[in-house]
């Protein structure tokens, strides 16, 4: 069983357009995150959530916003694409019990091509 | 600040060579610190972990050593193999509400045969 999963693997979208990307973990953790690999490789944090609190870094737009239903999902909406949303996104999951000790787990990445 | 200054690459080396990637870290705080791995096409992966000074992170024959007085957890290993060529990101973790891994650049490597 996959650990933490991520649909889809590639989107190819259009400027302007609105799109989702959908992060499911089957750990039972508490908190999850969404970074932003860039095309040299750089990996940013962009928001981590756990049920009790949303942590932004302030340097994502306000375009992009995390959805979670409950607490194995985090899933990520951005509106109003811009050529520069093209990144690989990945999402992660980690207990909060043990705070900052604990790895995080990695999803295998969505690639996004915004033309 | 938090962040992680790494070793540029790309590293090419051959089969059986010594593998070094520095890694230095400035953290508010006590951090703990990471080395994970990113095969070709697949998401990142713990590697080896550390959580106080002087610890020595292992695993799959690679080695990192928490050095707080100079403020460095370079990864090493004494023979790399083909199966080892994969991007390497050194990372810190801090005691706040986020729990954030914050990243190096990234050290791509290349093992030839």
């Known amino acids: 069983d996959t650990a933490v999963s991520q649909t889809p693997k590639y989107l190819v979208t259009q400027m302007g357009n609105d799109k989702s990307i959908k992060c499911e973990q089957n750990?039972?953790?508490?908190?999850m995150y969404w970074y932003k690999q860039d095309s040299k490789k750089f990996l940013k944090i962009m928001f981590s959530?756990?049920?009790?609190?949303?942590?932004i870094n302030e340097t994502v737009p306000n375009r992009f916003s995390p959805k979670s239903p409950d607490k194995a999902h985090l899933n990520l909406h951005i509106n109003s694409l811009e050529l520069g949303d093209s990144a690989v996104y990945f999402c992660?999951?980690?207990?909060?019990?043990?705070?900052?000790?604990?790895?995080?787990?990695f999803g295998p990445g969505t690639r996004l091509t915004v033309l | 600040g938090n962040s992680v200054t790494q070793m540029e690459g790309p590293v090419t080396l051959s089969e059986e060579a010594f593998l070094t990637i520095n890694c230095t870290y400035t953290?508010?705080?006590?951090?703990?610190l990471f080395w994970y791995v990113q095969y070709p096409g697949e998401g990142l992966q713990l590697l080896l972990k550390?959580?106080?000074?002087?610890d020595k992170g292992s695993n799959k024959g690679f080695e990192a050593t928490y050095r707080k007085e100079t403020t460095s957890f370079h990864l090493e290993k004494g023979s790399v193999q083909v199966s080892d060529s994969a991007v390497y990101f050194c990372?810190?973790?801090?005691?706040?509400?986020?729990?954030?891994?914050?990243f190096g650049t990234g050290t791509r490597l290349t093992v030839i045969p």
């Open positions: 992660a999951s980690s207990p909060t019990s043990g705070g900052h000790y604990n790895e995080q787990f």
């Open positions: 750990l039972g953790h508490d908190t």
């Open positions: 959530y756990n049920n009790k609190e949303l942590i």
């Open positions: 953290a508010t705080g006590y951090p703990s």
């Open positions: 550390a959580t106080k000074a002087d």
């Open positions: 990372a810190l973790s801090v005691r706040t509400g986020a729990n954030n891994l914050f």
